[in-house]
C-alpha cells in the first residue's frame, strides 16, 4: 500500500549515529525514508538509479550512501 506522507522521526536531529552521518548520506536516507514508492511497512521499490536523480548524485555514489546507511545500522 503506498502511503499519502511520511513522518520523519524528531529524534534523529539529536540522535548521534543520524547526526554522524554525511550530509550526501543524510540525503539519501530522507529520500529513501519519504520516497512515495516507499511502502507502509518501510520496503521500498525505488531504484538505485532514480534514487540518484532525485538527490542529485551519480548512481555509483547512490550506491555507496545506501552502503554506509547499511553499515550504519538503517
Known amino acids: ?3 499519502a506522507f511520511a513522518s520523519v522521526p524528531t529524534r534523529w536531529w539529536t540522535d548521534r549515529r543520524f547526526l554522524q552521518l554525511a550530509a550526501s548520506t543524510r540525503a539519501v536516507l530522507l529520500a529513501l525514508w519519504t520516497a512515495p514508492e516507499t511502502m ?7 531504484g538505485v538509479d532514480t534514487l540518484a536523480r532525485r538527490v542529485g548524485m551519480s548512481t555509483r ?9 547499511e553499515d550504519a545500522g538503517y
Open 1 to 3: 500500500m503506498k502511503r
Open 40 to 46: 507502509l511497512c518501510g520496503i521500498s521499490t525505488l
Open 61 to 69: 555514489a547512490a550506491a555507496r550512501e545506501i552502503d554506509k546507511l
